[in-house]
């Protein structure tokens, strides 16, 4: 006997359907609780260099709106930048870190494109990749759809879902042999120009111990349950997911820690560098883009944010700075985002704090043994 993908994925939030409201990050204290990444990023490699916050806010580079209290995240478009020297952007990650049972809202009005410009959304681990990454949003150039990805250690694969909305690339999700496994987009109106003229959007993120799912809505699309107002969330109601990875071929539990949020504006760089062509022409991606005048090329490179907002289970973990180690080892992260500086448990010992997720997860694991032999 098999059962449906559908069915599957309704039963995913049977224990934890309904989600509370445990941090947001909005308005004018939209930045309390981030840190800025300050300097030149090696692991990300890159055209694009990073100031730390001080400097950031004083070349109106990372501000919020006085008149309409949106975030603006953005590249310099205003300095003549000369050759062999790179251009000012930003790169911010939060201090908390989000255990299995989160759910991840973010609601933008605008996204980052332009040509050289690779602007992402995500989430890591403490140790990288031992304990997983998360893209929820990356694109490059004038790329015309949002790409989701899982980067982990060796093992992680991605069995396409008949309910998943997006289409499937890359399979083996492991970070030191490939590009992580990926999704593309497939509904409208998820990057670029078309994202900005339909008025922005809202990407959810469930971090569950069933599996990782990524929904993608475009303004006019945004389920009437997810609001600036929401203090709880069930996604049981929001149908497929653009983006779905089972626990089956790659067991959360065992391949993600806690996560942090992560938003930056990159420059040039391996994906930009080898694609720029398709989108922008012939040249040199350095050459044609990052030097000389910032305008007209990046004056649409800048994440216009709503909201970030997390949203937790009972007994899902939230790991500040100052909060008591929980794992077996403590680390400093060597992400493609620098030096975390929080302390934070493996997932294995995020679920020990959760009864509740642990027998869903035994649950979960029995189900899919018994599907896989029938």
């Known amino acids: 006997m098999r059962y449906s993908t559908t069915a599957l994925l309704a039963a995913q939030v049977t224990f934890a359907s309904a989600y509370q409201l445990a941090r947001e990050y ?36 990372a501000y919020v709106d006085s008149s309409s209290g949106s975030v603006i995240v953005k590249v310099d478009n205003t300095t003549n930048v000369p050759w062999n020297d790179k251009r000012n952007s930003v790169e911010i990650s939060t201090q908390d870190f989000y255990g299995i ?22 989430t890591r681990g403490k140790v ?11 694109t490059v150039n004038l790329m015309g759809h949002n790409q989701m990805a899982l980067h982990t250690t060796s093992g992680c694969t991605h069995t396409t879902p008949s309910s998943q909305v997006g289409s499937s690339g890359e399979t083996n999700c492991n970070a030191t042999s490939g590009s992580g496994c990926t999704v593309a987009e ?29 929904w993608f809505w475009s303004r006019a699309d945004v389920p009437s349950t997810i609001s600036a107002s929401n203090t709880t969330i069930d996604p049981s109601t929001w149908g497929a997911p653009s983006a779905a990875y089972p626990t089956s071929s790659c067991e959360v539990s065992k391949y993600f820690g806690a996560q942090q949020l ?23 991606c350095y050459l044609n883009s990052v030097i000389n005048a910032g305008s007209p090329n990046y004056d649409n490179a800048y994440f216009d944010i709503s909201y970030i907002r997390v949203f937790s289970a009972d007994n899902a973990s939230v790991v500040t700075p100052s909060g008591t180690t929980t794992g077996d080892h403590t680390a400093t992260s060597t992400g493609s985002a620098g030096t975390a500086s929080a302390t934070t448990s493996s997932g294995a010992m995020a679920l020990l704090k959760s009864p509740s997720t642990l027998l869903w997860s035994s649950a979960v694991t029995l189900l899919l043994t018994y599907l896989a032999g029938n």
Do not use: R
């Open 262 to 284: 992560v938003l930056d504006i990159n420059l040039c760089g391996p994906w930009a560098n080898s694609t720029y062509s398709q989108t922008c022409g012939t040249g040199e």
């Open 26 to 61: 909005s308005g004018k204290n939209f930045f309390n609780g981030w840190d800025f990444f300050d300097g030149y990023d090696y692991s990300q490699s890159g055209d694009a260099m990073y100031l730390g916050q001080a400097a950031a806010t004083s070349a109106n580079l």
């Open 128 to 138: 990288w990749p031992d304990q997983g990454e998360i893209d929820i949003i990356e």
């Open 186 to 214: 497939q509904k409208a109106n998820s990057f670029g120009s078309d994202f900005a003229s339909a008025g922005g959007g809202v990407f959810a993120t469930q971090f569950d111990v069933s599996g990782i799912y990524i």
């Open 101 to 122: 049972g989160s759910v991840f809202v973010a609601d933008f009005a605008h996204l980052p494109y332009g040509c050289s410009v690779w602007p992402a959304f995500w």
